[in-house]
């Protein structure tokens, strides 16, 4: 029931700012930071009562029939890797409340009911334990996006939310066919008609259409994760949207897709994930250092961070892919730390428009003598975005990398270029914004009480990621295991025996050539 | 036993001054910030100072007589699986107590000389929280227990490195040098962290105990041929050479440290001569017996790097005017003597002299190089320019300054019974015991080093008086008194019975001094300062005809053999025209080209189904019943199946 109450809290809280927008700007603000308090503090509760009990797999399961006749539960449930997608949710609703406090004058009820609807559909995505209704939640979190980007965003708004739109929803539709397929696949063999993600587990069905089928989800995930050649639509949206939804749109809705891969894609199908698996990881390279690339040619500041979204969750697919507990435990790190650190920086961008009125770094320059904590404190995200030890993104890419050698060398070594060109547009950001000489005289504030609460509490925890993820990765192991377990039970179907590689990554530890050998054959 | 776990302070002060003036340094005046920052320091001198005493007269040695490594300090930092941890900690051995001496000692010196240095300028408490934050990660590096441990760490360096290049932010050149040191030294990075990886899997452990003991997994695993008919071990010591070639600006990654030298020049005396830049030299130690008993080629490959390095720079060296780049590429040219000595070294006693030599001369390099930095900024600081023709005739103004310029130049250019004599004594010795051509080399880099030096020394203290806009004074105290306190260390350093202290099996030896490589060295030194005496001391056009008679090699000397135009022309032509433009015509043409061909075709057959709808999700519904007939096609195909 508590599962429950996470998502009406949102909801009602979203309606109730609607309505009271009518009469003011602050009441929507308040009731949204109440009802987001409420919901982290409600995890909080869980999560401590939690780690007391010590249960190792689902944490809590609430389910109660929907639509019997058609097998659809109103099923949710939550463990490690949801609660530390929650906790983030909710803090990133946190900061995205606070940072629209000054930016928002226009209809702020209905903004703020766009933001606490779009937080409640990504809840309900990362609680939701029935397919049918996990698609619900999908769908939920897009119309308010298309809202928050037309109506408060930058010039080209318009544009953008349409391509955000069509991108997403064609291929959320496309989730949809293969949701009704493993539906009739499921029920046909077993003769139980159900959308519970724990029954259709293990469905058995001929490779082909479990490949079909997963493309059908990775269609739906590829592209909010998101991977190129499907990537055309953050850019524009990321850009053009208020600050608040881009920090929504970088540090939450890519997300989803990532944890859509986690907890359903490699489940449900872990022959056709195996068989997918070298594609994944090439899209995993290539998004790395293509989003990278295209990074470093942008003159438009929020651009340029948007880029860098793409290169980062190249590292994502790339870890799920190298299918290995250290890659996905990274995986996980990255997910938290690329919202925290991209979340950051778009911040950063929207503070410098407040006072500027221009994102074009040609113009900027020098800024650093003006606003001293504003420049440190960009310096900092910079510095986490190019994966700085001590700061989150550094252990998270480590162990991707770590555990993606296990999988291909060739791959770890052209991801490890992406760290060099993370260095360059990092660089670039700094520089062009807070070093050098002044290109235009401006007479800017540094950061306000507010704006130094938000920076603040986002160094924080980018360095409490980085000194101490430990936390992080325990609560997620189990989730993560879990994911791992059906692959591992499908290789070893394939090869007829358990698959730990020789090393101190895995259980054995080799001695002479055999490590050579075995490094040899995963060269190319 | 001794206790050693107050060692965990000696990183932690410097940790906890850079969050403390970091945050609240502006609450005071920026004097205060200098001060707390060298007190600290000075602590920390101290601390590293009873720890050497206590290692290496109190504690008692290992059974076979050897100096023990120990762990004065280790936590489990993280726990990643069953089998896989990381671990933090402080390492004590003989070469992280010498670096922890040399670390603390020169970074006193440049905090206290830097409160007269930075005086006035803007961002003096920036400078010194910057400060604490690279003595924290440097500190961290040396007492590194694992891999991991030292990688972070090494990064951590990077950045305040960055931090303090980039010192004068408003200044471009600045800004560009501390980016380009940054991202050469992460594109080294990359190979350090392959090398890592490959290291650790296939010997199974991040942990230099292990890693470097008598039954190392290194030794026994990893022998197989891997690629190019190298092993595995020789491929990852290789790739975490390349590692330790970009921070010790070994050639062809060296193009950062000239133009690092827009830094403050304390910050050049501290990084970018006795600390930083020698971490390479420093990893390739710590891993010394993988590379010598399970990748000699390796090794091999850091001799001809270190010797090549060497000879390159000190040519280089002879060309410039910038005296802060003559002595970038100095430096550059002792750390490839270093690195070379390395190189030729084998393992125990008599055989290891080499590693013992590179060691040593780490040790005094450190004195007299930072002395020499130091004496720069001094005399830039009262002349307000860098470039040496711009000088002359200083040594009646600034008298100390002179005394123990002179000093360090005697000690680079080996002159007994000063530091440098010593140590680079035992470089050639060892390199004479291995290859006949390569201590040649390395004798004409010590007869370059001493002409480049003298002709720096007389070019700024002798030669004609230039008119100067203000009599140029002595600088303060806080200034001078490093000043002489090093040049003390120059003078003293090379008297100390360094193989008894440390060498490559950590087992005391004596080492002499041998006539047969002393006299010529002392003989090739002096022959470069008389050159250099000769041709300096008064205005003369001797070295312009020199110059002129070698013609182009003189030229490309001078223009540093053309690297930076290479690396552009391979940035900036080919990556630029072959890869970075055909990207962006695909993402334009191809990626988004298509997408809006889609879309386009949507537009023309939603222009046929308008009249039914009105309203802005035209789009949505197409999508919508193409999908629903998609769904319909494959529905029935999958059921059929």
């Known amino acids: 029931m508590i599962l429950l109450f996470l998502i009406l809290i949102l909801l009602a809280g979203g309606a109730l700012a609607w309505i009271t927008g009518k009469w003011s700007d602050l009441l929507p603000r308040v009731i949204s930071l109440v009802a987001l308090s409420l919901d982290l503090i409600l995890l909080i509760a869980i999560y401590n009562g939690q780690s007391a009990a010590g249960n190792n797999s689902w944490w809590i399961d609430y389910r109660v029939d929907w639509i ?149 989800f990775l269609a739906a995930f590829l592209v909010k994760l998101p991977v190129v050649p499907f990537h055309n639509w953050l850019p524009d949206a990321h850009t053009e949207a208020p600050t608040a939804g881009s920090v929504i749109l970088a540090g939450l809705l890519l997300k989803t897709g990532a944890y859509g891969l986690i907890r359903f894609v490699l489940p449900l199908f872990p022959e056709a994930s195996v068989t997918f698996a070298p594609a994944g990881m090439i899209l995993g390279v290539i998004g790395i250092l293509y989003g990278a690339k295209l990074a470093f040619a942008q003159t438009d500041l929020k651009r340029l961070v948007a880029y860098t979204s793409v290169s980062h969750m190249g590292f994502v697919i790339l870890g799920v892919y190298a299918f290995n507990e250290i890659a996905m435990q990274g995986v996980v790190v990255q997910m938290i730390a690329h919202a925290l650190s991209t979340g950051a920086l778009f911040i950063l961008v929207g503070q410098l428009y407040e006072r500027i009125h221009t994102r074009d770094m040609d113009r900027m320059g020098g800024l650093w003598k003006q606003v001293p904590v504003m420049g440190a404190t ?142 040899k054959c995963k060269l190319w | 036993m001794v206790d050693f776990s107050y060692t965990v302070w000696i990183l932690l002060i410097p940790l906890i001054m850079f969050v403390v003036v970091g945050l609240f340094g502006n609450r005071f005046k920026p004097l205060v910030s200098g001060i707390a920052g060298t007190a600290g320091l000075f602590v920390m001198w101290i601390l590293s100072l009873i720890t050497a005493y206590k290692y290496f007269f109190v504690l008692e040695k290992a059974a076979d007589g050897s100096f023990q490594k120990l762990l004065a300090f280790n936590m ?137 003991g008598a039954n190392s997994p290194a030794f026994s695993s990893g022998t197989g041929i891997l690629f190019l008919g190298l092993s595995t071990m020789t491929w990852s010591m290789i790739f975490i050479f390349m590692g330790g070639a970009g921070k010790s600006a070994m050639f062809p990654l060296h193009i950062w440290l000239p133009d690092a030298m827009e830094g403050p020049t304390p910050v050049s005396a501290l990084i970018h001569a006795a600390t930083m830049v020698v971490a390479g030299v420093y990893l390739v130690a710590r891993l010394f017996p993988i590379y010598i008993f399970a990748a000699p080629v390796a090794l091999d490959v850091v001799m001809y790097v270190g010797a090549f390095s060497s000879i390159f720079a000190a040519i280089i060296a002879c060309t410039q005017f910038d005296i802060k780049r003559v002595l970038a590429y100095s430096t550059m040219s002792q750390i490839g003597m270093m690195m070379f000595a390395l190189g030729v070294s084998g393992y125990g006693g008599h055989e290891g002299l080499g590693y013992m030599a590179s060691m040593f001369h780490l040790f005094t390099h450190a004195f007299f190089k930072s002395l020499l930095f130091l004496g720069a900024g001094a005399i830039i600081h009262a002349v307000h320019t860098n470039v040496m023709n711009e000088m002359g005739g200083l040594r009646k103004y600034l008298p100390i300054t002179h005394a123990t310029f002179l000093i360090a130049c005697l000690a680079i250019a080996g002159i007994p019974p000063l530091s440098g004599f010593f140590s680079k004594d035992e470089i050639l010795a060892a ?125 490309a000397a001078f223009h540093k053999f053309y690297i930076d135009e290479v690396y552009l022309f391979i940035t900036k032509k080919i990556i630029f025209n072959y890869i970075s433009r055909p990207i962006a015509w695909f993402d334009r043409h191809i990626v988004d080209g298509a997408m809006n061909g889609i879309a386009y075709v949507t537009n023309e057959t939603s222009e046929g189904i308008k009249r039914f709808q009105s309203g802005q999700l035209q789009h949505y519904a197409l999508v919508f019943v193409s999908g629903v007939i998609l769904f319909t096609l494959l529905f029935t195909y999958l059921l059929t199946n």
């Open chain 1, 68 to 216: 019997p006749t058609f097998g659809i539960s109103l099923h949710l449930a939550i463990d490690g890797l949801s609660m530390l997608l929650l906790a983030l949710t909710m803090f990133i609703g946190l900061v995205s409340v606070l940072i629209s406090w000054k930016e928002i004058h226009e209809k702020t009820g209905f903004f703020h009911f766009n933001i606490l609807w779009i937080l409640s559909g990504i809840s309900g995505v990362f609680l939701s334990m029935d397919l049918f209704l996990f698609y619900f939640f999908w769908e939920l979190m897009l119309v308010p996006m298309y809202f928050l980007i037309s109506i408060w965003g930058h010039e080209n708004r318009i544009y953008a939310s349409y391509k955000f739109f069509i991108y997403t929803q064609a291929s959320g539709l496309l989730m949809f066919l293969s949701i009704i397929a493993l539906y009739f696949i499921h029920g046909r063999s077993t003769g139980i008609y159900t959308f519970d993600y724990i029954q259709l587990l293990g469905t058995t069905m001929a490779p082909t259409v479990a490949f079909i089928l997963m493309s059908g």
């Open chain 1, 378 to 519: 960009g310096i900092i995200f910079a510095m986490a975005s190019l994966g700085l030890p001590g700061l989150g993104n550094f252990i998270a890419e480590f162990l991707i990398l770590a555990g993606t050698f296990q999988a291909s060398i060739l791959m770890t070594c052209l991801a490890c270029a992406g760290l060099v060109a993370a260095t360059i547009y990092s660089l670039r950001i700094v520089q062009k914004v807070f070093l050098g000489k002044e290109k235009t005289t401006w007479n800017i504030s540094d950061l306000s009480v507010r704006e130094k609460i938000i920076s603040a509490s986002l160094v924080i925890t980018l360095v409490y990621l980085g000194m101490l993820p430990q936390q992080v990765i325990d609560t997620a192991k189990p989730s993560v295991l879990k994911s791992l377990n059906s692959i591992e039970q499908t290789r070893s179907q394939n090869t007829g025996k358990p698959t730990g590689e020789a090393s101190i990554w895995c259980d054995e530890i080799n001695t002479d050539g055999a490590s050579a050998k075995y490094l």
């Open chain 2, 76 to 212: 489990r930092w993280l726990n990643l699986t069953d089998t896989l941890h990381i671990d933090m900690g402080v390492l004590l051995d003989p070469i992280s107590i010498m670096m922890l001496i040399v670390i603390t000692t020169v970074s006193f010196m440049v905090h206290v000389y830097s409160i007269g240095y930075m005086d006035g300028e803007k961002g003096f408490m920036r400078f010194f929280a910057t400060l604490s934050l690279f003595s924290f990660s440097m500190l961290g590096l040396v007492v590194a227990t694992n891999l991991f441990q030292m990688y972070i760490f090494w990064e951590l360096v990077g950045v305040s490195s960055y931090l303090l290049i980039g010192f004068y932010y408003t200044r471009d050149s600045a800004v560009a040098a501390s980016k380009k040191a940054f991202i050469v030294t992460r594109f080294a990075d990359l190979g350090f962290l392959i090398g890592i990886l490959m290291l650790s899997f296939s010997t199974g452990t991040f942990d230099f105990l292990t890693l470097t």
């Open chain 2, 431 to 555: 390199g004479h015991d291995k290859s006949m051509l390569l201590y040649i080399v390395e004798s004409i880099v010590s007869g370059l080093t001493a002409f480049y030096m003298f002709r720096l020394y007389f070019s700024i203290f002798w030669g004609k008086e230039t008119h100067y806009h203000h009599t140029p004074h002595e600088a303060s105290k806080t200034m001078t008194i490093p000043l002489m306190l090093l040049a003390v260390g120059a003078l003293l350093a090379g008297l100390i019975p360094f193989s008894m202290f440390v060498s490559s099996d950590r087992m005391p030896f004596h080492s002499h001094i041998e006539m047969g490589i002393a006299i010529p060295a002392v003989l090739v030194g002096l022959i470069g300062i008389f050159t250099a005496m000769l041709f300096y001391r008064k205005e003369t056009s001797l070295p312009d005809k020199i110059y002129n008679a070698l013609g182009g090699f003189s030229k």
